[in-house]
Nanobody, 115 residues
């Protein structure tokens, strides 16, 4: 079965950096587009970034220039490098992919940015 396991979250001061990882299994990772979403308390889930199988990337305006999504097909892992973090980046971050038209989600990793 498909499994997505995120890691790398934590508590960081504003202006700091974190790198999130999402390890995938049960899929042919190299052909899957991957994405990151986040959800802050009391707010709707928000798309953050995506990367296609060919390496094309796209970002939400709120993180453009600060976050970088990348992938290592040899490790079946997608990353989210987050720099210049702001308190408003505080959220649970989840990775996702589509398998046969069904969205699959990891359990998420908490990112907390203190001011």
């Amino acid at each position: 079965q498909v499994q997505l396991v995120e890691s790398g979250g934590g508590l960081v001061q504003a202006g700091g950096s974190l790198r999130l990882s999402c390890a995938a299994s049960g899929i042919i990772f190299s052909i899957n587009a991957m994405g990151w979403y986040r959800q802050a308390p009391g707010k709707q889930r928000e798309w953050v970034a995506a990367i296609t199988s060919g390496g094309y990337t796209d970002y939400a305006n709120s993180v453009k220039g600060r976050f970088t999504i990348s992938r290592d097909n040899a490790k079946n892992t997608v990353y989210l490098q987050m720099n210049s973090l702001k308190p408003e980046d505080t959220a649970v971050y989840c990775c996702t992919t589509i398998v046969r038209t069904v969205a699959k989600w990891g359990q998420g990793t908490q990112v907390t940015v203190s001011s």
